[in-house]
């Protein structure tokens, strides 16, 4: 299983970025997509996931400003993100797990900066 993570970048405080993560290879229909970022020095953590069926799931200081979105036909996983802070620049890894957890598959990461 590949990911290919794309659409980071730099942009000012305020601005919009989408991400978007393309996965390939044979996996489970039944699956849990997501994205996660890590900033210098921290640890990685969770921004949004979700399911196979529509379900999401965000951090709390994404919710609002944060879309998570999937196309289960290209096998693709989007992020919409608005009002962006600077606190939100990280590398940005998508991910892919099977519903039972057993499986997880990382992409490359993708940066994002926002300057303020």
């Known amino acids: 299983v590949q990911l290919q993570a794309s659409g980071g970048g730099l942009v000012q405080a305020g601005g919009s970025l989408r991400l978007s993560c393309a996965a390939s290879g044979s996996f489970f229909n039944i699956n849990v997509m997501g994205w996660y970022r890590q900033a210098p020095g921290k640890q990685r953590e969770l921004v949004a996931t979700?399911?196979?069926?529509?379900?999401?799931n965000y951090v709390d200081s994404a919710k609002g400003r944060f879309t998570i979105s999937r196309d289960n036909v290209k096998n693709t996983v989007y992020l919409q993100m608005n009002s962006l802070k600077a606190e939100d620049t990280a590398v940005y890894y998508c991910?892919?797990?099977?519903?039972?957890?057993?499986?997880?598959?990382w992409g490359q990461g993708t940066q994002v900066t926002v300057s303020s």
């Open positions: 991910n892919l797990r099977s519903g039972s957890g057993a499986y997880q598959y």
């Open positions: 979700i399911t196979s069926g529509g379900s999401t």
